[in-house]
């Protein structure tokens, strides 16, 4: 179970009337196959944000706090809100989703230009070289086998 914020303002300085949504046993039923690459943050690592690539728009099915089924579709924001909490249900936390070398502190964030936040966003993940495992001959290792005669201190 996690609550959900039902309408958000339009002004966020304006939190006075907040109405909360019980989501009980919520399940992801279907997820579009456009993605949005987005920062996010959580209370449970404070201070700091990633990227995190999520599904833009989400149907599910979860039940209120009267037992009722509820079922909708989330764009955007809220189906992004959706995933993180699930994810945390499911043990699974930002960071483990996040694009790797993305974590930034708050005040590094903050601090950025709004144009520099979107050219990291739409740059894509960082191209990272596939791990290279060397061959024997790079490592000066010529061993055939484990018999007496094959024996080499170069590892």
Known sequence: MFLMIKNMPENEDDLSNLEYQAVLNPEIV???KSTKRD???CLSVPGY???VKRAEEIRVQYQDAEGRKIQETLTDFPAR???HELDHLNG???LDRMETGSLIHNEEFEAMEWLDIQKLLLQGPPK???LMVPT???TGNTRQGKGKGNRSNKY
Request: hydrophobic share 45%; no cysteine.
């Open 39 to 41: 920062f996010e943050g």
């Open 92 to 94: 699974v936390m930002y």
């Open 30 to 32: 279907a997820m579009s």
């Open 49 to 51: 944000q990633g990227i």
């Open 128 to 130: 990272i070289p596939p």
């Open 136 to 138: 024997s001959t790079q």
């Open 81 to 83: 809100v959706f995933q």
